[in-house]
């Protein structure tokens, strides 16, 4: 089936289906989800949608702007409107507690990290009861953006204990490379993963557009001895990480 063929209307757009824009919208999203749009490939000019579909040129050029926002098309001055190309994604596996820096330097790419905060604070009602502290306690944070290769990964909050990071200011690249050196680098961990639409804020961090789908995981990291060395809140780029677990039956 041709481009064209897939646009005509009949059988997709309909008086009752809400707003032509958003029916042609989801009309193209279809053709590149099924791959008949290819990464990096044309759409067809304003004026042919235009007349395949019988809707008028300003119906045509909010749905692509519309796709335009989501990130799923990129408009070339002069060029037309193409198809995003998506960025491969980075795999990373749960069975193994591993630092964001070890992590991506195993994969060949370099990191850096834009802080957010970092410093003592009174600490959040989640964070006093994740780190079991007491309620006139203060608390170790560090906020930062995380990129990898150039390009915006994650955003990671982590709190942890005064007497397990006593200054953290001292954390310039990798948190649990640190901890590792004054024998408190965490063993085990626990992790929560949820699906999330990112907000505003964080989108601009990530430089993705707003209500993007993202990845926000809690994690729980413990000491040999049990106590709870590290909490960790961060929200990851939902186009850019596959998460994976290796299941054994059990006999």
């Known amino acids: 089936m041709t481009v064209a063929d897939f646009l005509r209307p009949d059988g997709w757009l309909g008086k009752d289906s809400g707003p032509r824009y958003v029916q042609l919208r989801r009309r193209l999203e279809e053709a590149i989800n099924t791959g008949l749009l290819q990464p990096n490939s044309s759409l067809p000019p304003e004026r042919e949608i235009a007349d395949l579909t019988d809707l008028s040129r300003v ?22 409107s193409f198809v995003r190309e998506a960025e491969p994604k980075v795999e990373q596996s749960l069975s193994h507690l591993t ?3 070890a992590d991506m330097r195993r994969r060949g790419l ?30 170790a944070r560090i906020y930062r953006l995380r990129e990898a290769g150039g390009r915006p ?29 004054h024998g408190n680098r965490p063993v085990r961990a626990v992790q929560k993963i949820s699906a999330v639409n990112l ?7 990530l430089g993705v557009p707003e209500g993007t789908a ?27 990480y596959d998460f994976v677990a290796e299941l054994r039956l059990s006999s």
Do not use: H
């Open 199 to 205: 907000e505003k804020p964080e989108c601009d961090l």
């Open 59 to 80: 119906t045509v050029r909010k749905a692509i702007q519309e796709l335009v926002k989501k990130g799923v098309v990129v408009q070339r001055q002069g060029s037309g």
């Open 214 to 240: 993202g990845l926000s995981i809690q994690r729980t990291s413990y000491l040999e001895s049990g106590r709870v060395a590290e909490f960790t809140q961060s929200l990851y780029r939902g186009d850019a």
């Open 99 to 101: 630092s964001f820096t």
């Open 153 to 181: 990964m994650a955003l990671e909050k982590a709190a942890l204990p005064l007497d397990i990071l006593p200054n953290p200011l001292d954390v310039t690249t990798s948190l649990y490379a640190l901890l590792e050196q």
């Open 110 to 139: 370099d990191t850096t990290s834009k802080w957010l905060e970092r410093g003592v604070f009174l600490p959040s009602p989640e964070e006093v009861v994740a780190l079991g502290l007491a309620s006139d306690a203060s608390v």
